[in-house]
C-alpha cells in the first residue's frame, strides 16, 4: 500500500504494473464521506489510526487483484483488470461491505461509510489522467446522489456538463434580469376564498428557455448562490406583494416563500428576511416560510432553533414535501410547525391508487391529531377536490385552480375570482 499524497507514485507504479496486464482496466475512486466530522470530534491522532486501519483492510481486501493507493486524506484509488461487469461490480460491493466493517480504535468504535466512483478504460485508449477524471466524476454523482458506487458514463458527463453550464450561467441571471416570481393561490376548503400564494421563482434564459427551479436551485445550493436567489425571492416577492396590497383587491393575502436549507442556515438569513419585511412593510404573521422534510437531515437542534428565532419574530412555518422525508411524529411535535403541505406525488393518485389514498388520510389524521392545517398541493380534478375536502384538508393548491402566474396576472386572477362552493352533493358552484 502506498500512502501520501501520490498522483506521483500512482504514475510510476502504473507503469510498472500496467504491461504485465495489458489488456482492459478499471479505476476505483473512493472517497470516505464525513471523516472530517471524526477528525473535529475525536482528534486527528485517532483520525489517523482509523485510516490506517482502513488502508490495511482495503489492502487485503484486493489481495493482488488490484493496486492500491491512499491519495492523501482520506481518498483511496484501485487499479484492477477489468474482465467484465459482474466481477467488478461483486468486487466493488466486497470493497464497501469491507469498508462497513467497525473499527475499533483505542475502545472506541467507529462506522465508516464511503462512496464509490468507477471507470473503465476502452481497448485502446486508456490513459490513465482521463479514466482517473472519469471515476472522479462518478464518485461525485454518488455523494450527490446518496449512493454507495456510480459508474462513470457518456450521460453523466453530459448532466456533469449542464451543471456546470447553468452554474456559469447563474452568475449572470440576476444582472440580466433573466429571474422573475410567479405566483400560485391557495384555497381554503373552508370559505373557497384565496388564502394565499406560493411564490415561486422562473428563469428565462436567452438560449436555453425557462429553466426548471428543480435544476438549478441544487446546483445555486452546492456553488453557494443560493443567497443570490434568495435574496431576489424575498426583496421581489415582498415588492410585488406590497403593490398588491396597495391595490385593496381583497384583505392581505398570506404570501409562501420557499426558503432552502443552506439559505436557512446562513447566519444573516434572520436579518435579511427582518429588514426586507420592514422595508415593505410586510408583516411577518403574513409570511409562510416553506421548509422542506428534509432539512432534518441537518442537526435537528440547531434547526430547531432557527425555527423558533422565526417563529418568535412572527413569521409562520410550513413542512414542504411532506411525505417524501423522514419526519416522525416526534419530530413534528417538537418543531414549530403552522402547516403541513402534502407532496403532490401522493394528491396525483389519490383517485386511483389505495395505497395514496390511505397515505393522505393518515397525513390529514397527522395533522388533526397535532392540530397542524394541511394544504394539498398538486390538486388538478374537482374530483380530488371534493375526496381531500370530505378528508378534512384545509388548504388547496394545484392547476385545477390556477397554474403560477406573473404579478400582473394575479391581480386579474385576484379581481374576478369568486370564491367557490362545494356542495354537499358533490357539485361546485361559482357565484
Ligand atoms: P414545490 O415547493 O413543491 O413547488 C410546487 C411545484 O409544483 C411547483 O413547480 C409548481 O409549479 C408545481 N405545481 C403546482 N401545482 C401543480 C399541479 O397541479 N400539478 C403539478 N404536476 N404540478 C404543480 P416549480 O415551480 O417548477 O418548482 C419546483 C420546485 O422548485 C419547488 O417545489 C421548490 O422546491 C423549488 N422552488 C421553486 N421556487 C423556489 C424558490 O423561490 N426558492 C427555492 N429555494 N426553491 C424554489
Ligand atoms: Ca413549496
Ligand atoms: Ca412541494
Given amino acids: 500500500m502506498l500512502t501520501g499524497p501520490n498522483r506521483y507514485y500512482l504514475e510510476?507504479?502504473?507503469?510498472?504494473?500496467?504491461?504485465?496486464?495489458?489488456?482492459?482496466?478499471?479505476?476505483?475512486?473512493?472517497?470516505?464521506?464525513?471523516?472530517?466530522?471524526?477528525?473535529?470530534?475525536?482528534?486527528?491522532?485517532?483520525?489517523?489510526?482509523?485510516?490506517?486501519?482502513?488502508?490495511?483492510?482495503?489492502?487485503?481486501?484486493?489481495?493482488?487483484?488490484?493496486?492500491?493507493?491512499?491519495?492523501?486524506?482520506?481518498?483511496?484509488?484501485?487499479?484492477?483488470?477489468?474482465?467484465?461487469?459482474?466481477?467488478?461490480?461483486?468486487?466493488?460491493?466486497?470493497?464497501?461491505?469491507?469498508?462497513?466493517?467497525?473499527?475499533?480504535?483505542?475502545?472506541?468504535?467507529?462506522?465508516?461509510?464511503?462512496?464509490?466512483?468507477?471507470?473503465?478504460?476502452?481497448?485502446?485508449?486508456?490513459?490513465?489522467?482521463?479514466?482517473?477524471?472519469?471515476?472522479?466524476?462518478?464518485?461525485?454523482?454518488?455523494?450527490?446522489?446518496?449512493?454507495?458506487?456510480?459508474f462513470y458514463s457518456e450521460q453523466l458527463q453530459q448532466i456533469s456538463n449542464e451543471r456546470s453550464d447553468i452554474e456559469e450561467a447563474l452568475h449572470y441571471a440576476f444582472t440580466d434580469n433573466q429571474m422573475y416570481m410567479e405566483y400560485q393561490p391557495q384555497i381554503s376548503s373552508e370559505c373557497g376564498r384565496i388564502v394565499g400564494v406560493e411564490a415561486l421563482i422562473r428563469w428565462a434564459h436567452p438560449t436555453m428557455g425557462m429553466v426548471s427551479p428543480e435544476k438549478f436551485i441544487p446546483i445555486a445550493e452546492s456553488s453557494g448562490l443560493i443567497n443570490t436567489v434568495g435574496d431576489f425571492v424575498i426583496d421581489t416577492t415582498f415588492r410585488e406583494v406590497l403593490e398588491i396590497y396597495n391595490l385593496d383587491i381583497q384583505q392581505p393575502i398570506r404570501i409562501s416563500i420557499n426558503i432552502s436549507v443552506r439559505q436557512l442556515l446562513t447566519k444573516r438569513f434572520r436579518s435579511f428576511l427582518n429588514s426586507k419585511s420592514r422595508k415593505y412593510g410586510i408583516r411577518p404573521s403574513n409570511v409562510v416560510l416553506e421548509i422542506t422534510e428534509n432539512v432534518f437531515i441537518e442537526d435537528l437542534d440547531l434547526i430547531q432553533n432557527l425555527l423558533q428565532e422565526l417563529k418568535y419574530d412572527g413569521y409562520q412555518i410550513s413542512l414542504d414535501d411532506f411525505g417524501t422525508g423522514y419526519s416522525s411524529l416526534s419530530v413534528l411535535q417538537k418543531l414549530p410547525i403552522d402547516e403541513i403541505k402534502v407532496d403532490k406525488g401522493f394528491v396525483h393518485d389519490i383517485l386511483s391508487s389505495n395505497q395514496d389514498n390511505a397515505l393522505i388520510l393518515g397525513i390529514i389524521g397527522i395533522g388533526q391529531n397535532l392540530n397542524i392545517p394541511i394544504l394539498a398541493e398538486g390538486v388538478e380534478e374537482l374530483e380530488q377536490v371534493i375526496l381531500l375536502k370530505k378528508y378534512g384538508c384545509d388548504l388547496f393548491q394545484g392547476y385545477y385552480f390556477s397554474k403560477s402566474v406573473n404579478k400582473d396576472r394575479l391581480i386579474d386572477y385576484l379581481n374576478n375570482y369568486t370564491p367557490f362552493e362545494l356542495h354537499t352533493h358533490n357539485e361546485i358552484c361559482s357565484q
Fill in 12 to 150: 510510476k507504479h502504473f507503469a510498472n504494473w500496467h504491461p504485465r496486464n495489458n489488456d482492459r482496466y478499471s479505476v476505483i475512486f473512493l472517497d470516505m464521506n464525513n471523516f472530517k466530522n471524526i477528525n473535529d470530534n475525536y482528534g486527528h491522532t485517532i483520525g489517523d489510526k482509523i485510516l490506517v486501519q482502513l488502508a490495511q483492510r482495503l489492502q487485503s481486501a484486493c489481495a493482488d487483484e488490484a493496486l492500491v493507493v491512499r491519495q492523501g486524506g482520506d481518498e483511496f484509488i484501485f487499479i484492477k483488470p477489468y474482465t467484465n461487469n459482474h466481477e467488478l461490480r461483486a468486487f466493488i460491493i466486497f470493497l464497501i461491505k469491507s469498508i462497513k466493517e467497525k473499527i475499533y480504535v483505542d475502545s472506541l468504535e467507529f462506522y465508516l461509510n464511503g462512496c464509490i466512483g468507477v471507470s473503465i478504460s476502452g481497448r485502446h485508449d486508456s490513459a490513465l489522467e482521463e479514466l482517473l477524471r472519469q471515476a472522479d466524476l462518478a464518485m461525485y454523482e454518488a455523494k450527490r446522489s446518496h449512493t454507495d458506487f456510480t
